[in-house]
């Protein structure tokens, strides 16, 4: 008969039979072989337990039971009324060979399967004898002989039971493992290593504390942790084997970035840096607006309002200036900046670029933050703010669980991953920055920010006007090629501000007794706003998974002076980048009707009066000289 890994399953078939039954079963059906004394006065009662009979497996008399048709079919003929599993197996154990020996195979098998009252035809044999070999020992396992009628168990049903049970082999493995490790390491916390390793184990358990909280409930985290770094090891496994294997697929190599040749207009502040700065639009002595844009992260000045023609900025009379931020493209770095110093920045440079007026602060995405602090910071110099989906701090204390859930939840993984390292370990983000946008190479930004777009956002990025901007953008941000700017940036984005939202604008506090503070009470006056009091427009795309909706709608109830622009189908970068209709709505919405630039006071219709009567003074002291000339002759 071949070998099938299956008939392992059920060798042998069990039986429990109490002794009181057995007792009684034998000395009805056969007293004389019945080998136990009666109970009486004189004899102590027998010890009742549990006999586990153990009935080897023996196909051969399956074999015969498939056989003989009609010896199936008249099984029942030959069971006893009484008859029971345990009698046979008593009289086995109890030494009646002689009664079992003359039994025929139908009265042995009889003996060992009870009348279930079942009669059938003589035509289904083969299947009877699979029900009561089923029957036997209740649910062992029969098989027949190949080519019987039952089918040979496929390759995918063997897989599947191998799969399995290897499985459950690995499974007990590792428990074992775990049982034999935690034995070993019982005593291991008294150990001098173990002491020396404590206070460093406590402290990187309680920076990672934090990651706890991801998982489930009442599990234990040592466990858990262990799993997840073996399964992410294995996938990183994977995915190499996986990556080096595929060689007939060629592979765009990314182009080289280029760096051109340095050209930035540079100041010094104060300090002694060095600040790169950049101008478009009218002059400083005919510019009726004066704007400051900060750059985003993973930018430089040359972005300013990507795609913002010539012609508009004349029109409405407005001066653009951008600049680089410290360590970004041909700005000096600044070691221990913070948005503080950043306002600073600005302010410096208006003086130095001859802004006498207030002046207006651009903000989009990254650089909404520098924007802010101008707001918080220079408030007098500031004459109104345009914010294009400002980044919100993700960890602001003030925002409500809510309003956090609905920022992480737009985020992918990586992005939500690298705003975790800049909160957690903000040094290991220099290994992304390196492989990424400080390699050398070219990339989209979607990859290199870890960036989940909408449809408007992705048909942008694919063109090559967005491209080609991109291109240059990068390749002046990375200039120094030094990612300690870029981990800086990172850092003040997740980190403490040193100011919140709320203190841009808020209600003055008074000093009131108990009888103001009580009149104060029933009466309707509102109270008096000190910050920032001009006009503050954010423009948010409801489509934006950069920075989403719920990150403006923060900002909105901290600051309750700003006017929020819903722009309905909208991303990241599709309403402020390269829409020549965009631009010129946002710049009628701050500056109202274009008048042009400011027409200068001419200067020469002031000097011809004076050299007039220069002139005629010269004349008049001539001819005095010459008539007191002619008198003295």
Request: charged share 25%.
């Amino acid at each position: 008969m071949p070998f099938h890994p299956h008939i392992l399953r059920r060798t042998s078939v069990d039986a429990c039979v109490d002794e009181s039954n057995l007792r009684a079963t034998s000395e009805q059906n056969h007293p004389d072989t019945y080998p136990y004394p009666p109970v009486g006065p004189t004899h102590q009662p027998p010890l009742r337990f549990p006999v586990r009979l153990r009935f080897n497996f023996n196909p051969s008399i399956f074999q015969r039971v498939a056989t003989p048709l009609s010896g199936v079919s008249s099984l029942s003929q030959h069971t006893p009324p009484n008859a029971h599993r345990g009698t046979y197996a008593r009289q086995v154990i109890g030494g009646g060979m002689a009664a079992a020996t003359t039994m025929t195979w139908h009265d042995e098998l009889a003996t060992l399967v009870g009348d279930t009252g079942v009669r059938l035809p003589a035509d289904v044999a083969p299947a009877a004898a699979v029900n009561l070999a089923a029957a036997v020992g209740g649910g062992g396992w029969y098989e027949e002989e190949e080519g019987e009628g039952k089918a040979e168990e496929g390759w995918a049903q063997q897989a599947k039971g191998f799969a399995q049970s290897t499985a459950e082999m690995l499974r007990e493995l590792g428990l074992g493992v775990w049982d034999v490790a935690a034995q070993s390491l019982a005593g291991a916390e008294d150990s001098e290593l173990a002491r020396r390793l404590r206070r460093p184990a406590a402290a990187a358990g309680k920076r990672l504390s934090f990651m706890n909280e991801y998982l489930p409930e009442e599990r234990d985290p040592v466990r858990c942790w262990v799993v997840v770094a073996a399964v992410a090891f294995v996938a990183l496994l994977v995915l190499g084997v996986g990556s080096g294997d595929d060689t007939t697929t060629p592979v765009e190599q990314p182009r080289k970035l280029y760096i051109s040749p340095p050209n930035a207009k540079r100041f010094q502040l104060p300090d002694g840096r060095h600040l790169a700065y950049e101008e478009k639009g009218i002059s400083a002595d005919r510019a009726r607006f004066s704007l400051i844009a900060p750059h985003s992260f993973l930018s430089s000045r040359l972005a300013g309002i990507p795609g913002i023609s010539t012609s508009l900025l004349e029109e409405f009379g407005a001066r653009l200036v951008t600049y680089d931020l410290p360590g970004f493209g041909e700005s000096d770095p600044h070691p221990g900046r913070n948005l503080n110093s950043s306002a600073l920045d600005m302010l410096h440079l208006a003086d130095a670029l001859g802004v006498v007026d207030k002046f207006w602060v651009v903000g989009y995405s990254g650089g909404g933050m520098h924007a802010w602090s101008a707001l918080r910071y220079i408030p007098d110099r500031v004459a109104g703010a345009a914010m294009f989906a400002p980044m919100a701090n993700p960890y602001d204390s003030k925002m409500t669980k809510d309003e956090k859930r609905k920022i992480w939840d737009r985020w992918s993984t990586k992005r939500k991953l690298m705003h975790i390292l800049a909160r957690r370990f903000p040094s290991l983000l220099r290994l992304f920055y390196h492989r990424t946008f400080l390699s050398g190479k070219q990339g989209q930004p979607e990859s290199w920010l870890s960036l989940s777009l909408g449809k408007k956002d992705k048909t942008l990025l694919e063109a090559p006007m967005f491209n080609t901007f991109w291109e240059k953008d990068v390749a002046e941000s990375v200039r120094q090629a030094d990612a300690q700017p870029f981990v800086e940036e990172a850092v003040m984005q997740v980190s403490d501000w040193g100011f919140s939202l709320s203190d841009i604008q808020m209600q003055k506090k008074e000093d009131q007794g108990l009888f103001e503070l009580i009149m104060s009470l029933f009466s309707h006056a509102e109270r008096e706003w000190v910050g920032f009091l001009g006009p503050i427009h954010i423009w948010q795309g409801m489509d934006d998974r950069v920075v989403p909706p719920s990150s403006t709608e923060f900002a909105r109830r901290m600051v309750p002076g700003a006017t929020v622009h819903k722009l309905l189908d909208e991303g990241h970068f599709s309403y402020f980048c390269f829409c020549d209709e965009c631009h010129r709505q946002i710049f009628s919405t701050l500056f109202g009707t274009p008048q042009g630039p400011i027409d200068p006071v001419p200067e020469t219709s002031e000097a011809a009066p004076e050299t007039t009567e220069e002139a005629r003074t010269t004349s008049e002291d001539a001819a005095e000289q010459e008539q007191e000339t002619t008198g003295s002759a």
